[in-house]
């Protein structure tokens, strides 16, 4: 069965740190990847989505990048984060032909 | 623009009575639509969808309802239990078989009072 992990589950960075949030995932290959934010009392804003190696399309500007080294891992980066980078931060998988996606346990970040 | 709106942030019900979270969108080219159902500090998880070639899908307690006319779907829980309190969020896709994202509403906070 396919399983993704996100860590840390949470995160504490003080304004002007970087940030790495890494997202792995499990018996599945060639999945579709995606970074949500749910800023406090709002919605799934879609920040990022992959759909192979290297291949990222950004839905946001915004202070913060994606990366994909490997078919199963996402990685969210930020050189240096702002209090306005304060959320929770999802990673979720899609199968090519499945119309539902599958969400990690998710990131909260502080920034102070 | 919000595509997805769900226009109560917030439902209250009694335990055994049936909550009806409702979402509008305005994308008419949606063709999937699904619901979600997340607990504080936890990623969503998958709860039921429909395709826009159906107007209702069931699955045990939950039933989603889908008014293409009237761009509506919502979403039917009976009887209503504790463990339902949750958010829950509507989400649309264009494409279900593609890589496009989906779209969230900004969800509904349900509680379900014993």
């Known amino acids: 069965s396919q399983t993704i992990h996100q860590w840390p589950a949470t995160l504490v960075q003080p304004v002007g740190s970087p940030l790495s949030l890494e997202c792995t995932v499990e018996?599945?290959?060639?999945?579709?990847l995606y970074w949500y934010r749910q800023a406090a009392g709002r919605g799934l804003q879609l920040l990022f989505y992959?759909?192979?190696?290297?291949?990222i399309s950004s839905e946001v500007p915004q202070n913060l990048s994606a990366s994909r080294p490997q078919d199963r891992q996402f990685i969210l980066s930020s050189k240096k984060l702002l209090l306005s980078d304060s959320g929770f931060y999802l990673c979720?998988?899609?199968?090519?032909?499945?119309?539902?996606?599958?969400f990690g346990q998710g990131t909260r970040l502080t920034v102070v | 623009d919000q595509q997805v709106k769900q226009n109560s942030p917030s439902l209250s019900v009694q335990e055994g009575r049936i909550s009806i979270l409702n979402c509008d969108y305005t994308?008419?080219?949606?063709?999937?639509f699904l619901w979600y159902k997340k607990y504080p500090a936890e990623g969503p998880t998958f709860l039921i969808s429909?395709?826009?070639?159906?107007d209702k899908n069931e699955d045990g307690r939950f039933t989603v309802f889908l008014n293409k006319s009237a761009k509506h779907l919502s979403l039917h829980i009976v009887p209503s239990q504790p463990g339902d309190s949750a958010v829950y969020f509507c989400?649309?896709?264009?494409?279900?078989?593609?890589?496009?994202?989906?779209?969230f509403g900004s969800g509904t906070q349900l509680t379900v009072l014993p």
């Open positions: 979720a998988w899609k199968g090519v032909s499945v119309g539902m996606a599958f």
């Open positions: 018996g599945t290959s060639n999945p579709n």
């Open positions: 992959s759909i192979g190696i290297d291949q």
């Open positions: 994308n008419s080219m949606f063709d999937y």
């Open positions: 429909i395709s826009s070639i159906k």
């Open positions: 989400a649309a896709s264009g494409d279900s078989g593609s890589a496009r994202q989906l779209t």
